[in-house]
Nanobody, 120 residues
């Protein structure tokens, strides 16, 4: 069993910053790319940022230059530093990780989600 636990969401004024964390635990053999997605009310879930185990990153155009994704492979943890936040960044943010467990089985896991609200 693998769990992803997120933390760091909250309410912030426009222009402010938040840092999200997601820790994976359980019967983990390896994790490839870890990512952050978000879903605003009435909208589809979208990719925000993704980082491979080697450190290569990919960002949605809407967050480039404002958000930074990073990870600690030894602790199976991924972070999302969000700066210059805008009201349109308001959403539930989800951590995602494709995991190969100790039995060699691959599965994609999601965190429970953390609310980010940016007031204008």
């Amino acid at each position: 069993q693998v769990q992803l636990v997120e933390s760091g969401g909250g309410l912030v004024q426009a222009g402010g910053s938040l840092r999200l964390s997601c820790a994976a635990s359980g019967s983990i053999f390896s994790i490839n790319a870890m990512g952050w997605y978000r879903q605003a009310p009435g909208k589809q879930r979208e990719l925000v940022a993704r980082i491979t185990s080697g450190g290569s990153t990919d960002y949605a155009d809407s967050v480039k230059g404002r958000f930074t994704i990073s990870r600690n492979n030894a602790k199976n943890t991924v972070f999302l530093q969000m700066n210059s936040l805008k009201p349109e960044d308001t959403a539930v943010y989800y951590c995602n990780a494709p995991v190969v467990n100790t039995r060699g089985v691959w599965n994609a896991y999601w965190g429970q989600g953390t609310q980010v609200t940016v007031s204008s």
